[in-house]
């Protein structure tokens, strides 16, 4: 984990970087233009690229060396930063539309290559572990990117934020390049990780492991009869395009389907928040609204900390069986609900000193749904998880962006806690649907009698 803890570092670094130079641009964009609408749109094109690199990323980690690719997306953001600094002053705007594009692109990339290859990293173990590593310094990275923007910009201006933010990319491109790590070949030839328990009764629906035969040649991360992983095919060696490869691996694992859905959802909710918190803050606070904002988000960012050590308490306290997929739909459902429920109750008009520890726990269960549901996900063998993590980055791009638009023509006729409450409403009701679902089809389905199962043990046996 040594080795991993120092790739966390650097990749913290880059992300300190993103949310800098989202803060920075944003405004340059504003200032640059004069226009609101200038700046929407920008915002609006980097959401779309990431959009578009979830619906490719699945074939690019299974296709393409994944540290080669990451440590190029890092070197191609940190080029592209450069290149806005150096062009002349009348060029740099007409650059803006380049700069969105290749940010949304390459940063959603990396991240899914890095999540899709952690079990290979560390080992199937310590996957809980190391995602609340990387959720950790995410935080981190978040508070003092948000935070130091501004200051940086009044300080030093633009060209520095800039020049500093291409500079974090350098040193995870660096960190990538010297640390002795082993990712999955592509195709998924690297070699296995250890094999998981199969997933009980939960929350959400089980993978059945049965496949047809237009999936077996295509999907990855299949389940044979005897319960044992199918060898997957490299994407693209069969006759499906990579979108049918990645849809049909998504329909032979029910439960990261459902997953996906509720994160395209839940990003559909939080962007009633971010929208709403800003609006808000000047009703409850119109003499210092940036004043709560930055509370809210600081203390939220704490408990986004603080959600790996809840996770590590759980798995100690568990016997080191929290890492179980059953435990990880199981906190993924509860963890989602907790989260839509605190950003309400944030917007219930209650006294301030009260809000910050509901935005604690918004930004506790945040963190904990992130790491379970990446654990989750990781659970699937490679290089099926590289298609999952594409299609749940898409959805959360398409959720978040589709959800501002939304929120923001609701907020014209709503007040902030309405837009909340239908939006994470809608969040919870989704979630808490798939539990009421799934229960009731489970006491619909008698369990496996014990002679039944014991035949196929045995054949298992002989082979």
């Not at 923007?149 to 350098?170: C, E, H, K, N, P």
Request: one cysteine or more; charged letters at 15%; glycine letters at 12%.
């Amino acid at each position: 984990m040594t080795h991993f803890r120092i790739l966390v570092g650097g990749n913290a670094v880059s992300s300190f970087g993103s949310f800098l130079n989202m803060v920075a641009l944003n405004l340059f964009v504003y200032e640059a233009t004069g226009s609101a609408m200038r700046m929407g749109l920008f915002m609006a094109l980097r959401l779309a690229s990431g959009f578009v690199a979830g619906l490719f990323g699945g074939a690019v980690a299974a296709r393409l060396p994944r540290k080669p690719v990451m440590i190029g997306c890092d070197l191609v953001q940190a080029a592209v930063l450069v290149g806005l600094v150096a062009a002349p002053q009348s060029l740099r705007v007409d650059l803006l539309p380049l700069v969105a594009i290749a940010i949304g692109l390459l940063s959603t990339t990396s991240g899914v290559l890095l999540r899709s290859s952690v079990p290979d990293l560390v080992g199937s173990a310590e996957r809980l572990r190391a995602n609340g590593l990387l959720v950790t310094g995410r935080a981190v990275a978040m508070a003092l990117g948000f935070a130091g923007g501004g200051v940086l910009i009044s300080w030093l201006g633009y060209r520095a934020a800039f020049l500093a933010d291409a500079a974090t990319f350098m040193v995870s491109a660096t960190t990538l390049a010297c640390l002795p790590l082993r990712f999955p070949a592509p195709g998924g030839r690297a070699a296995p990780a250890e094999a998981e328990p199969p997933a009980e009764a939960s929350g959400v629906p089980e993978t059945t492991g049965e496949t047809t035969g237009e999936t077996t040649g295509a999907t990855t991360g299949a389940t044979a009869g005897d319960g044992s992983r199918t060898a997957a095919p490299a994407a693209g060696d069969g006759y499906l395009s990579r979108q049918r490869v990645a849809f049909a691996a998504l329909a032979a694992a029910p439960a990261v389907a459902v997953i996906v859905l509720i994160r395209a959802v839940d990003a559909l909710g939080s962007a009633s928040h971010n929208v709403g918190i800003p609006v808000y803050a000047t009703q409850l606070q119109p003499s210092d609204p940036a004043g709560f904002v930055g509370s809210f988000w600081g203390v939220w960012a704490v408990g986004l900390v603080a959600a790996h050590q809840l996770v590590t308490w759980l798995q100690r306290r568990s016997g080191g069986s929290y890492a179980e997929p059953r435990h990880n739909e199981r906190g993924f459902i509860v963890g989602t609900c907790v989260m839509s429920a605190a950003f309400i109750v944030a917007f219930m008009d209650i006294p301030l000193p009260w809000v910050l520890p509901v935005s604690f726990v918004a930004g506790l269960a945040d963190g904990f749904t992130e790491i379970t549901y990446t654990t989750r996900v990781q659970a699937e063998p490679d290089p099926a998880r590289g298609y999952f993590f594409g299609m749940t980055a898409m959805a959360e791009s398409a959720g978040l962006g589709i959800g501002m638009l939304v929120a923001a023509g609701l907020l014209e006729v709503w007040s902030p806690l309405d837009v909340a409450a239908a939006m994470h409403g809608a969040v919870i009701v989704l979630a808490a649907g798939f539990v009421a679902v799934t229960a009731a089809r489970r006491r619909r389905v008698p369990p496996e009698p014990a002679a039944a199962a014991r035949p196929r043990e045995s054949v298992r046996r002989l082979r």
